[in-house]
């Protein structure tokens, strides 16, 4: 699977594009994903939301995980923000740390425009044995 | 801090409003908050996503954190997935686990309509003195 | 594989007896342990060093998850500690939270004499399909 | 805080000690240890215990966290485990992610002899005022 599949099949996640999450790069094992931040992404004490945060990361690590082809499911996910953002864009890039036939684990930095760690993402996967569905070409 | 004051309060969350996320109910260290799916939550897979669930859980984490009304931050998360959903309302409990002058702890389950625990989530806070800051009655 | 041949399999436990740590119950899907403490698990601040309540709680969480009969092992765990202990006994119970073929999840909780919280654990298991190996009756 | 002194802290650590871990290194905001496995170590599956992979994480974090002088307590770990080890050494290398008055995060890589990632530790603590209790010179 090539990096315009790969593309192209997380063009269907509804839930990372009505968040705003704009996908950067893929190659085997790595991601990188943006989050333009706008006032969509605030919680009540107007700072950027830890559910934002995650689910740029979270995406990311999800490219990350199903870059090889095969399908990844996320089992399970450790976030740790460091600090409060309001503006600009946020960064997530995730690296591969491990990976076996059945697990992979993976690393997400998430930064601001300043390059300041915004959150620490650990990401762990179930890694099945289908394909990833690739779309039909446009 | 009355109930009311506290829905006034995370009316504010635009992130959880963007995402569909209501709350459902408030009572101090304790939070009840649901997530109707949508097309807009799934991901390529057409399952929901691990961010819209975290969202979820995240909100109901944060309304309960902040419920003694001094403001609580989380610093730390930890999400476990164990079932894959596809349609239907999430469910949202936050339980206070314990609590000291600066930090308190928090598990959140998630459940679908049927029941079942579709995700664990554990989340820590940082708590402030400032007391949380009342919206102005309508 | 009943409860006997579980406790002579956990006897086989090497760091957890050299940490102290006693098998109190167990049955499919839980398990209950304790560690009476000593000068031998306090840390340079004189309190209970969070390698021994991990150790501990990791333990309880080994033997809830490998109840069944068949091997599963730790993928991944966190921990967060509530409370500092000086001394007296710390108990932690297992409890199985869902399983599918393939992978477990579990809550322990440690606490201590007076049965307030010392610490909370999550742990994630991968299960194999091979039995348990079973010591040969003594 | 000089590193002798921390050291000589550092050996008052009753666990780690008991647990045959030493302290290999330590400056601002790092650590190394390391753990030369025995069969005390092994758990009931004859493979370095969990716990014993985790104390050996945990106290790296713990010099790394508290080599700024102050005192530092260790309020939530993760841990991931990569592979399984039965004999050789472990070592452990604790690096500072983000600080600040309050909170510090910490990475530790725990690898074998031949440089392969056994497992991945996250630990987040937090930060008082007092400063670290200096062991009187010998």
Known sequence: MDSAQLQAFFRRDRYAAH???ELVEVTPGYAKARLPLSAVHLNGLDIAHGG???????FAFAVA??????IAVAINTNLTIMKATR?????????EVSKNPRLGN?????RDDAGDLVALFQGLAYRKSEPLP???AA
Chains 1, 2, 3, 4 share one sequence.
């Not at 934002?52 to 990361?57: D, M, R, V």
């Not at 995980?65 to 095969?70: D, E, L």
């Open 134 to 136: 690739v779309p039909p």
């Open 65 to 70: 995980s199903n870059s090889h082809g095969t």
């Open 19 to 21: 968040s705003g999450i």
């Open 87 to 95: 503006a600009g864009t946020l960064w997530a890039e995730a690296r």
């Open 52 to 58: 934002a945060i995650f689910t740029l990361a979270d």
């Open 106 to 110: 993976y690393t997400v930095e998430v």
